[in-house]
């Protein structure tokens, strides 16, 4: 039994061994990129396998990064040994429990206490004190964790926030919801027991004081003060309705696995669920992207944003239903569509200030510090004109000839001093014509008194008629003739002068125009370049948490061929412990006739030693009387498999003679 033992325990533990050399071999003898390129070029076929885990799982992957699906699925086909796609299509479809495998392995699913502590080190200081400034133990502290895996990232917030109160000696109302799609995470993210190893990243008192170690020291539970601070539940952000009225949104390192489209439909979407200076909690290779207007970092390093109003509505969420407008709610917030005064009820001060606009008020822009255009009120057409190329919504770059100037420097002016800027009778081209307008621009805020309100500018463009501008010139002449002294010859000096000084202006101002053009070529390859690393970063991140996640397998396998090792080498030392006891000799040769192992009673009937173990049985000469044929039977029973019993006298020694049993099968 114990030979069938030790038999069973290495063919095990060969075919482990074996498997686990194939995997490796097909994983990462060819290289991850080579083989993405090879294997996966239909692209059609990734395609169908998103359908497929849709129809099974009722998860869309279409929209993740492609190099990702890549990846994971290329790591399926290794562990199945399948080469080409359309065979792993076919095995998908056939086999459901595939589906459910591939959609846990591309949740990934790496994640640990206080990841990046320098990042939980910048929420302490400059994001959890400020949450709680002002607020009244009545309100609640709302906190999103979107993919929480199992749960170690929504514990770290919730043991910093609650390290934070008791410093502070008050108690509030804290809701952390920690979300996944993973609903075997989620449900051991609710158990709260987490192995022995999270002993790394949790420092001691923290351990002390928010876990509790089971009997036998191989797992921490959570402590109910923290855990009754978070709910956790299923979702997926993708489709899922959003939480709101959020104090904080966490989301690190699942934006990295999607596409940029659909990482530009959840950024608005976390806009959305935030409060106004709410945060937004990012991991070190993900950030707001285009959203400059929605978002203000706090921690550049860390990836920490706060909500500010998007003026340019740029992070407007797209939700697949339409949320109609009841008269209820309108009469709470004051607002009805399209609503018009009741008759009957004249208001003076609207009528007045209304036909004043009407008759009196000339063209302006809104304007922010990037002197992008928020609002444009009146007829612009005469002092702005679309520029050639991608010049968007930039007021500097759409005004006209004679404008550009003055209103540069205007703009530099007010945004630097906060003061109102004037210059007045500028000659502006329009239609191969000048006209002369009077320019003005002035710092506006909406409510002093909110301090999230970004800095806004407004432009004010007067035209002023030839008859204004004629006087205006001939009364500085006349000024300039009564106060100077000098004579009519020393006033065209100084007009050819002036002249002079404007082409050598215009001159300069072109150059510097050109320089501002591949300034602008070179931003725009900087931005490009910085897309692409930053594209480049989170395929590393990514590469980084599956090679965690294949090195933790990795190790599981490890300590199972340990264990095999161990159960095996039992095994063998009982196996010769009973053959050295029974006192039975006994030989065994491999198929090449090789001596592989023997027992000390052998060598009385064999002229052998222990250092023989690996020579040929035929080198060495039999004490058996009469039985020569020792290598003939035992080629024999290898090709028959026929088990041979003969028995034969030991050579005389002394007067002592003895008779043998020798026994021969194949194993």
Request: aromatic share 8%.
């Amino acid at each position: 039994m114990r030979r069938h033992a030790e038999k069973r325990n290495r063919h095990r533990l060969g075919g482990l061994c074996l498997k686990t050399c194939r995997y490796a071999a097909h994983t990462f003898g060819k290289g991850l990129l080579p083989v993405s390129t090879q294997i996966m070029k239909p692209l059609d076929i990734l395609k169908r396998i998103c359908i497929l885990l849709r129809s099974h799982t009722g998860h869309d992957f279409s929209q993740y990064k492609e190099n990702t699906l890549l990846r994971r699925v290329e790591r399926r086909m290794a562990l199945h040994q399948i080469e080409r796609p359309h065979e792993y299509l076919h095995f998908l479809q056939q086999n459901s429990a595939e589906s459910e495998a591939l959609f846990r392995d591309l949740l990934i699913g790496v994640t640990n206490f206080f990841r990046d502590p320098g990042a939980f080190e910048a929420l302490k200081k400059k994001v959890i004190p400020g949450m709680f400034a002002g607020r009244s133990q009545e309100e609640p502290v709302r906190i999103w964790v979107c993919g929480c895996s199992t749960g170690e990232e929504a514990y770290s917030l919730a043991i910093l926030i609650q390290e934070y109160m008791e410093n502070l000696k008050e108690t509030f109302k804290v809701q952390i919801f920690a979300t996944d799609i993973d609903k075997y995470a989620i449900e051991k993210a609710r158990n709260g027991v987490f192995p022995a190893s999270i002993a790394a990243d949790v420092s001691p008192e923290r351990l002390a004081q928010y876990f509790s170690r089971d009997s036998k020291g191989d797992n921490y539970k959570i402590r109910k003060i923290i855990r009754d601070l978070i709910v956790f539940s299923e979702q997926d952000v993708t489709k899922d309705p959003p939480f709101s009225k959020l104090s904080m949104v966490s989301c690190r390192n699942l934006l990295i696995y999607m596409n940029g489209d659909l990482q530009k439909k959840l950024i608005p979407l976390f806009h959305y669920s935030l409060n106004p200076n709410g945060i937004l909690f990012l991991g070190t290779s993900e950030f707001t992207g285009g959203f400059i207007t929605a978002f203000k970092p706090i921690d550049r390093k860390w990836k920490i944003y706060r909500r500010i109003e998007d003026i340019l509505n740029t992070a407007q969420p797209e939700f697949k239903t339409t949320i109609p407008v009841f008269p209820e709610a309108a009469a709470r917030s004051g607002h009805f569509p399209n609503e018009r005064p009741a008759k009957g009820k004249l208001n003076f001060r609207e009528l007045t200030e209304h036909a004043l606009l009407k008759h009196c008020a000339h063209a302006a822009i809104l304007i922010n510090s990037l002197s992008d255009i928020l609002y444009v009120y009146g007829r612009t057409g005469k002092y702005l004109e679309p520029a050639p190329g991608d010049a968007g919504v930039n007021i500097l770059l759409m005004a006209r000839e004679g404008l550009r100037r003055e209103l540069t420097t205007a703009v530099h002016k007010v945004v630097h001093y906060k003061k109102p800027v004037n210059s007045n009778n500028l000659r502006v081209r329009t239609n191969g014509d000048f006209i002369n307008v009077n320019l003005c621009v002035l710092p506006v805020r909406a409510e002093p008194e909110e301090t999230d309100t970004p800095e806004l500018y407004l432009v004010i463009l007067e035209e002023i008629s030839r008859e204004d501008s004629s006087l205006h010139k001939k009364t500085d002449i006349m000024d300039d003739s009564v106060t100077s002294a000098e004579p009519d010859g020393r006033i065209v000096k100084l007009e050819q002068e002036l002249k002079a000084k404007e082409e050598y202006l215009q001159s300069a101002l072109e150059e510097a125009e050109t320089s501002n053009e591949e300034l602008k070529s070179t931003n725009e390859e900087m931005q490009s370049v910085n897309e692409e690393l930053q594209s480049t970063d989170e395929e590393l991140e990514t590469s980084k948490e599956e090679l965690q996640s294949v090195n933790e397998e990795l190790a599981t396998v490890n300590a199972e061929l340990q264990t095999k090792v161990a159960d095996l080498s039992r095994a063998n030392n009982d196996m010769n412990n009973l053959l050295a006891g029974t006192g039975v000799g006994t030989l065994f040769v491999d198929r090449n006739l090789k001596i592989s192992r023997l027992t000390p009673s052998a060598t009385g009937a064999i002229n052998l030693i222990q250092a023989d173990t690996g020579r040929p049985i035929g080198h060495i000469a039999s004490n058996l009387q009469g039985y020569d044929s020792l290598l003939e039977d035992l080629k024999s029973v290898l090709d028959t498999l026929l088990l041979k019993l003969k028995f034969r006298r030991k050579k005389a020694s002394g007067i002592l003679w003895a008779s043998g049993l020798t026994a021969l099968w194949k194993t």
